[in-house]
């Protein structure tokens, strides 16, 4: 069936510290990939998505790049602000099975200034 | 501001109790969904509708119950409150059944069953 791993948390890190989450998946078909993140408090927002291999999704300094051939969507951002510490779901949305749009269980970012 | 409102934000049942979790959106979006967001677990899809008089029960339907009247409305029932249904739920909507252009969720409704 459909799946996503993410790493598990929490991260913490410094201000300006370099930021990998790491996210693969399974899935049939050809899935778009995508990058929630939720502040403390609020409801899910959608940060990047990539719709096929070799994409790259950006927003906010954020990026993931699609890897079919490992299966990975991991975010990365160059330089995290104590304004990043939040949730970070990695999701899927598989062409077929029977649960399409898939979460990942999230990884808490804490960063300390 | 156009978005997903969800209502309420908190709530505290005792078991049996029943009650109605309440969502709506102005976007004109024809696909809704529930989900329960439990530590550890991520995101579980409860249920979900196309459009308006079409739902269909995801992956942890049992012990709720959705209607979908209008495109705009997507409420949630929980029929007799366990305490396994204390969580977070979140009502998220699309343009489309397949997220190609992401979900707009809600801000949550935190609920605990004493």
């Known amino acids: 069936g459909n799946s996503v791993t993410q790493m598990e948390g929490p991260v913490t890190l410094s201000e300006e510290a370099f930021l990998t989450i790491n996210c693969t998946y399974t899935?049939?078909?050809?899935?778009?990939l995508f990058w929630y993140v939720q502040y403390p408090g609020e409801g899910l927002q959608l940060l990047l998505k990539?719709?096929?291999?070799?994409d790259k999704g950006s927003n906010k300094g954020f990026e993931a790049t699609y890897r079919k051939e490992t299966t990975s969507f991991h975010l990365e951002k160059g330089s995290v602000q104590v304004s990043d510490s939040a949730v970070y779901f990695c999701?899927?949305?598989?062409?077929?099975?029977?649960?399409?749009?898939?979460f990942g269980t999230g990884t808490r970012l804490k960063v300390l200034a | 501001n156009a978005g997903v409102t969800q209502t309420p934000k908190f709530q505290v049942l005792k078991t049996g109790q029943s009650m109605t979790l309440q969502c709506a959106q102005d976007?004109?979006?024809?696909?809704m969904s529930w989900y329960r967001q439990d530590p550890g677990m991520g995101l579980r899809l409860i249920h979900y509708?196309?459009?308006?008089?079409?739902?269909d029960q995801g992956e942890v339907p049992n012990g709720y119950n959705v209607s979908r009247s209008t495109t705009e409305d997507f409420p949630l029932r929980l029929l007799s409150a366990a305490p396994s249904q204390t969580s977070v739920y979140f009502c998220?909507?699309?343009?489309?059944?397949?997220?190609?252009?992401?979900?707009?969720f809600g801000s949550g409704t935190r609920l605990t069953v004493v």
């Open positions: 998220a909507s699309s343009y489309s059944r397949t997220g190609y252009y992401g979900y707009t």
């Open positions: 899935a049939t078909g050809y899935p778009s």
């Open positions: 990539a719709t096929k291999a070799d």
């Open positions: 999701a899927l949305d598989a062409t077929s099975g029977t649960y399409k749009y898939i």
């Open positions: 976007m004109n979006h024809e696909y």
């Open positions: 509708s196309v459009g308006a008089g079409i739902t």
